[in-house]
């Protein structure tokens, strides 16, 4: 199988900081965070999804949450030392990251990026993320994560939901 553009810069990302990504393929796809969490067979709450949002209309943010929260909007943006929040446009998301919505990795962004980790996703040692496309993801051990991406921690969601299924 041919590894996507995306997937590659992924994977070449995680080389460079001593990182062996290694890929999964889903073809039929793991776009959300249940669709994830069913192609692995792992715990909904073990998807890191990294969202995109929107601080002040000025500065694009990656918050990392667990696959069974979602982000509380209002707590992000105190904890980022911001006035509002809200989730980036596509387009947005994109030139922040390099990746579409769906398919959002922890790492190789094209410049730097300010990234957020919701405490909620400290209930697993290992997590799964995104692959760069919404087929392909990788497990991760959450400390890696969070110095990989030099995340800070902040209480960013509503606890656990049901039905969550935002990437």
């Not at 290694?22 to 073809?27: K, N, Q, T, Y």
Request: hydrophobic letters at 45%; one cysteine or more; a negative charge.
């Amino acid at each position: 199988m041919t590894i996507p553009e995306a997937t590659q810069r992924v994977v070449e990302a995680g080389r460079v900081l001593g990182f062996e990504v290694d890929v999964h393929f889903f073809p039929e796809g793991t776009k959300t965070s249940q669709d994830a969490a069913d192609a692995i067979g792992c715990q909904l709450s073990a998807i890191a999804k990294s969202i995109v949002l929107t601080l002040d209309e000025a500065e694009q943010v990656v918050v990392f949450a667990s696959g069974d929260t979602r982000i509380d909007l209002e707590l992000l943006a105190r904890a980022a030392g911001a006035t509002s929040a809200r989730r980036a446009t596509l387009d947005e998301a994109r030139s922040a990251t390099g990746f579409a919505a769906g398919g959002t990795p922890p790492i190789g962004y094209p410049g730097p990026v300010r990234v957020f980790a919701d405490i909620a996703l400290r209930r697993h040692l290992e997590v799964w993320s995104a692959g760069g496309t919404p087929t392909t993801v990788f497990p991760i051990p959450l400390q890696t994560l969070v110095n990989l991406t030099g995340a800070t921690w902040v209480e960013a969601t509503e606890q656990p939901v049901t039905g969550a299924n935002s990437r």
